[in-house]
């Protein structure tokens, strides 16, 4: 089994930087995906970010491009999401996402196998 625990989260001003970070454990494969989105109150999870298994690509939502950055340690078997820039709209709880496969349709919420508890991101304005 997968266990994907998320850390970094919490408040900080609008205009500020972030780092979450997620350590993904188990049979994980050396196909995995992994990747970020988000869930704001009283709304479905969106996609924020995706990164292949190499690394060597990346994906993200329109809302988050030039602001933040997905990377991967595959050594450590942990990805981070690097946010700057945040604004109160990039308020939510924040969930890390895993999914073994050889192609992955990384936009849906249905693609993805495993999911952290998520870590909440408050932006202060």
């Known amino acids: 089994q997968v266990q994907l625990v998320e850390s970094g989260g919490g408040l900080v001003q609008a205009g500020g930087s972030l780092t979450l970070s997620c350590l993904a454990s188990?049979?994980?494969?050396?196909?995995?995906?992994l990747g970020w989105f988000r869930q704001f109150p009283g709304r479905e999870r969106e996609f924020v970010a995706a990164?292949?298994?190499?690394?060597?690509?990346?994906y993200y939502a329109a809302s988050v491009e030039g602001r933040f950055t997905i990377s991967r340690d595959n050594a450590k078997n942990t990805v981070y999401l690097r946010m700057t820039s945040l604004n109160p709209e990039d308020t939510a709880t924040y969930y890390c996402?895993?999914?073994?496969?050889?192609?992955?349709?990384?936009?849906?919420?249905?693609?993805?196998?495993?999911w952290g508890r998520g870590t909440q991101v408050t932006v202060s304005s």
């Open positions: 990164i292949t298994p190499s690394g060597g690509e990346t």
């Open positions: 996402t895993g999914a073994s496969a050889s192609w992955l349709n990384y936009r849906s919420e249905r693609a993805w196998d495993h």
């Open positions: 188990g049979r994980t494969g050396a196909n995995y995906y």
